[in-house]
Structures are given as structure tokens and as C-alpha cells.
């Protein structure tokens, strides 16, 4: 680092950086709106961008109970992919991805996008079959999949350890080039930026006590800022979803668990791609920082706190040595934890909600972050014509009474 660029930062620290300029405005809350969104993650922006965006719709509010980016789309590993397995999940995620591939230009706003690749090892025969089965199906949806053998894995990920020798031996892998990362705040802070420029207030530290409803209608939210009026209302809150419904009177087949992520110290370029596995449970990738960013499944206690337990990060570092030996003198620098919303089919819950005028936006689990945009803009079309948009439909509510569940288990295999 230059001795100007030093000073420079040593200036702009003592004076608080007061010259630096604001991405959105922090207003007071009106009395009134078209639609109130509860939810400032990435799925409420991106919902309140496309509101504004596509169908004109400007006169909206984003209540969130604490800061932009501070629950989980801060707190997530940040991968993004579109190869699931059933046609529905395999549409949407897709639809994500191709808005992924454009929100740099899109925003205005560079949300670092590196499309990598991703890789889902499979260890034993069973993962070799359910892999070459998703492989198949990606490709009759149009999704680009490739199956790679031992030795092409090896070449494409040259750290890896799959010699026959290791304790989880492995057998091939499905890859999706076009799988990656972004960079999580900068996805929140692009979409609150480019909504906040079409109108949108983005209302911070305001908190969904309850909900207004009168003859069967939602007409407004009561909020630790006083009641605003909307004529709808939309709840995108991820893991807290379940308890806002139930203050409206809904009941949701959804269950909350803590997830947790750590990263290593940083160290010079060495993971040029994702690495996924079921089997012995951790997924692994290096951030722009150098630090290796890790996750694996979450804590089986269902609990609001943003943390999670010891035994989880235990398991996840041994799994990481048995894919990566090579790790084996890292050391850890720090461990974070989200909460995220489960629903029985591993599938989110997108449409209205039996209270008329009310919607939800949940219930993506493990998966939320990779489908941030495409999540936002079917929810957008959603909310603004009352009426589910083609891709969304197959996620209302409705199919935990019909039955048509959408399995995604096995895609969504472990977190991430």
C-alpha cells in the first residue's frame, strides 16, 4: 500500500467518513403505503426493485427490524448454482442464475459474481447414480451439467484428494460451470441502492409488532415506529417468517435452525472453484480475501439465536481434511451463524397467504442466497398482479394440503 493511499485512510477514519457518500436515504416512515415489505435481506430488496422496476409500483416500504444486510444475507457462504433436480426448483434457480449473470450492469453496482464453477462430489455408488441422474435432468431443462471422472476432477481441482486410499474415496463429481459466488453485501446494498433511486423507503430499525387486518383483509402493520396502512403487505423474512404469520393468525409448516459458516486465515490464491459434499459434509471455496469459507449442514435444534453449536464446526473441519489434507496447518479466524426457515420438501413458500391482501416470500432453507434475484422478481409479479407469477406457482402454500410436494433433499443436500 502507497504512503498516499495510507493517509488517505488514516483521514478518512478520523473524520468518520462524513464525505463518503450515502447509497440510500434513511427516511421516516409514512402513514401510508401501496405495499409494505418486512424484510430488508436481499429477497425484500430485490422484490422492492422489481415492484418499482417493472410494474410501477414505487410506493413501497421496507421495514427491517435492524440494519440492511445484517441477518442472513450477511451471514451466508455465498453460492450461487441453479442445478437442482426437479423441473419447478431447476426453472426458478435457473431464472436466478441468468438475473445473476447481468445485476453487475443491471444495479449499477458490482456484486462480484465469479462463476467458478461448482462441483458435488459423490463417494459411493448411490451418490454416483443420484449425481448422473441430476446431470440428465439439468440438461433436458437447459442448465449446462457435466459429470467428470476421477482423473478430469483431478485436473480440474488439483488439491482435492481422490486417491482410492482416502477414507471417503472419490468417485466422480457433477460440475456446473456456471455455478459461483457473489459477494453477499454488496447484493443487499446494490438492490437498496437502485430501489431507494425508484422511490422505495428502506426504513431501518423498525420492528413488526402485529398485523392490522379487518374483515379478513390486511390493512396495515403495527411497528415499533408507530402503525403504517398498506394495501398489501408482504412478509420476507427468512427464518423469523413462521412468527409473523403467527401474529397474523397463520400457521406455517415451517421449522427454524441456526446454520453456521467460518473462514480460515487468508492464504495466496490456491481453490479456484467450489467443492461440495454430502457425504462427509462441509463445502469449501476461497473468498477475494484469500480466506477459506466453509459451511455444512445445520443444527438440528430448531432456535432463533444466530450462533450454533461446537460439535457442527468440529465435524466440518474433519470433513474438510478429509477432501483437503493439504489445509491441515490452517488456522481458523473466526464463525458466524444465520437462521434459515425449512419447509418439509426443502422448497420455499412463495404466493398469498389465506389472509387476503397478505403474501409470503420464505421457507428457502439452505438455498436462499443463490436465489436472491430470481426470487425477488417472480415475488415482484407476484404481489403486483395477485396473481402467481408461472415460476412461483408451483410454490404456493397450497401444496402442503394437495400433496404436490417439490423433494429437493437431495439438491439441497448439504447446506448451502
Not at 464453477?117 to 455408488?125: E, F, I, K, M, R
Amino acid at each position: 500500500m502507497t504512503q498516499f493511499s495510507l493517509l488517505t485512510l488514516a483521514r478518512e477514519a478520523w473524520t468518520g467518513h462524513r464525505r463518503w457518500p450515502v447509497l440510500w436515504r434513511d427516511p421516516h416512515p409514512k402513514p401510508a403505503y401501496s405495499v409494505v415489505i418486512i424484510g430488508g435481506g436481499g429477497h425484500g430488496l430485490a422484490t422492492a426493485y422489481y415492484l418499482a422496476k417493472e410494474h410501477g409500483i414505487a410506493d413501497v416500504a421496507v421495514l427491517e427490524r435492524g440494519w440492511i444486510g445484517g441477518g442472513n444475507t450477511g451471514r451466508n457462504t455465498t453460492i450461487v448454482r441453479s442445478n437442482y433436480l426437479w423441473d419447478e426448483s431447476a426453472a426458478i434457480y435457473e431464472h436466478s442464475l441468468k438475473l445473476w449473470e447481468g445485476l453487475s450492469r443491471e444495479l449499477n453496482f458490482n456484486v462480484m459474481l465469479s462463476q467458478r464453477g461448482v462441483l458435488n462430489l459423490a463417494h459411493d455408488t448411490g451418490d454416483v447414480r443420484e449425481g448422473r441422474r441430476r446431470v440428465e435432468a439439468n440438461r433436458l431443462n437447459g442448465i449446462d451439467a457435466e459429470w467428470l471422472e476421477p482423473a478430469e476432477l483431478s485436473r480440474f481441482c488439483p488439491i482435492l484428494d481422490v486417491s482410492p486410499a482416502a477414507r471417503y474415496p472419490v468417485l466422480g463429481a457433477t460440475l456446473q460451470r456456471r455455478g459461483g459466488t457473489a459477494r453477499h453485501d454488496a447484493v443487499a446494498w446494490g438492490y437498496a441502492r437502485a430501489a431507494d433511486r425508484r422511490g422505495v423507503d428502506i426504513v431501518q430499525n423498525c420492528e413488526v409488532t402485529g398485523f392490522f387486518i379487518e374483515g379478513g383483509r390486511v390493512r396495515g402493520v403495527e411497528t415499533s415506529r408507530g402503525r403504517i396502512a398498506a394495501d398489501k403487505v408482504a412478509i420476507v423474512a427468512a427464518g423469523h417468517n413462521s412468527v409473523l404469520c403467527r401474529m397474523a393468525g397463520v400457521r406455517l409448516p415451517l421449522q427454524s435452525h441456526p446454520l453456521q459458516a467460518l473462514v480460515s486465515e487468508p492464504v495466496k490464491p490456491i481453490l479456484d472453484c467450489v467443492v461440495m459434499s454430502n457425504a462427509v459434509h462441509v463445502y469449501v471455496s476461497q473468498s477475494d480475501r484469500g480466506e477459506l469459507v466453509m459451511g455444512a449442514g445445520i443444527d438440528a435444534f430448531a432456535s432463533y439465536a444466530q450462533r450454533g453449536s461446537f460439535h457442527i464446526i468440529e465435524r466440518e473441519l474433519a470433513a474438510c481434511l478429509e477432501l483437503f489434507p493439504i489445509f491441515g496447518r490452517l488456522r481458523m479466524m473466526r464463525s458466524w451463524g444465520g437462521i434459515v426457515d425449512i419447509s418439509p420438501d426443502a422448497s420455499p413458500i412463495i404466493g398469498p397467504l389465506p389472509v387476503e391482501g397478505l403474501f409470503l416470500n420464505g421457507g428457502w432453507g439452505t438455498g436462499g442466497f443463490k436465489a436472491t434475484p430470481g426470487s425477488g422478481h417472480v415475488f415482484a409479479h407476484t404481489i403486483a398482479r395477485g396473481a402467481p407469477h408461472p415460476l412461483a406457482a408451483p410454490f404456493a402454500l397450497e401444496r402442503f394440503r394437495s400433496g404436490a410436494l417439490i423433494d429437493e433433499h437431495g439438491a439441497a443436500a448439504v447446506a448451502h
